[in-house]
């Protein structure tokens, strides 16, 4: 390339380019209703250990949507049996009991909406993670000057308060089944949070939390292979 085409070319300013560029975003909707949770109920995978290794093992059902599948499970079995007067009348029953069930477990489901809060989440430039840092050392009395050590007596204020300063700036919105929206999370807020949100809906805010601050987004598979 001669010099004269490299200086037609028009240049760009690369930090410029990269503080442009577009921060990830994710929500989530966690459910606060545990006892209209519990009755609808659903069915997960379990596992046990035979000889030392893990094996399928099974089912944990519980609620509506348990006896659902149970349910069906049990009508399958019937089908493949012979179909004498009581194998056909019980699967009759098992199939206007699954009906009841569905009819109910709609019910659940719609209250249990209701019950919904959509957290929107936005991953965090540097500039913000260290304000996060900052806030925290702040807050514990330690020197706020990142470069200095945190003081061994502080250490453990430090590592508790460090992850509610970053997860309060990661909540940048909250919405309520109605679209309402909530006023700001503070980090005193989150440090509560975990305490009177139900424990399984709190996992799943913290898991989607660490998903986008902290797994890879562009798989290095992706970008070198030969084809990309």
Known sequence: MTDAIKQARSTFNVIDRLK??????DKITVYTDETVGRELGGEEATVRRVAGIEMPGKPRRWGVLGEI???????AALQSAEQSEDVVAEIAANDARISELLDRAEELKKTLAASGLTFHLQA?????????????RRHIGAPE?????????????????????I?????????????????????????????????????????????????????????????F
């Open 145 to 165: 000057d990142l470069e200095e050590e945190i003081p061994e007596d502080l250490q453990r204020a430090y590592d508790a308060r460090v992850p509610n300063e």
């Open 69 to 75: 599948a149970a349910l069906g499970e049990k009508n």
């Open 167 to 227: 997860m309060s700036r990661v909540i940048v919105d909250i919405l309520d089944a109605e679209g309402a929206p909530a006023q700001p999370l503070t980090a005193d807020d989150m440090d509560q949070l975990p305490r009177i949100m139900p424990g399984s809906e709190f996992a799943r805010l913290a898991a989607k939390i660490r998903d986008l601050l902290y797994n890879n987004t562009i798989a290095e598979s992706v970008v070198d292979s030969a084809d």
């Open 20 to 25: 442009a560029r577009p921060l990830l975003t």
């Open 124 to 136: 965090l430039p540097p500039e913000i993670r260290d304000a996060a840092h900052v806030a925290a």
